[in-house]
Nanobody
């Protein structure tokens, strides 16, 4: 069994910063990639950023490039999303997502965290 637990959401003023963290735990053999998605009210869930392996490749949604940074701590199986210069349109529930090969399988399985609310408002 593998679980993802997020932390770090909250309320911040426009132009401010927040740091989201996600820790994967359980019977993990290998983590293929870790991502952050977000879902605003009335909108579909969208990919914000992804990091492959320990940082071999990082991809960002165009709207967050230059403002958000995704990073991993391979030893701790954690991923963080540093969000700077936040805008009201960044308001959403942010979800941690990971493709993990559990010890009981030979292929990757998608896992999701429970979500953490980020609100950008004055």
């Amino acid at each position: 069994q593998v679980t993802l637990v997020e932390s770090g959401g909250g309320l911040v003023q426009p132009g401010g910063s927040l740091r989201l963290s996600c820790a994967a735990s359980g019977s993990i053999f290998k983590i293929n990639w870790m991502s952050w998605y977000r879902q605003a009210p009335g909108k579909e869930r969208e990919l914000v950023a992804r990091i492959v392996g320990s940082g071999d490749s990082r991809n960002y949604q165009d709207s967050v490039k230059g403002r958000f940074t995704i990073s991993r701590d391979g030893a701790k199986n954690t991923v963080t999303l540093q969000m700077n210069s936040l805008k009201p349109e960044d308001t959403a529930v942010y979800y941690c997502n990971a493709n993990i090969v559990p010890r009981s399988a030979d292929w990757g399985v998608q896992y999701w965290g429970q979500g953490t609310q980020v609100t950008v408002s004055s």
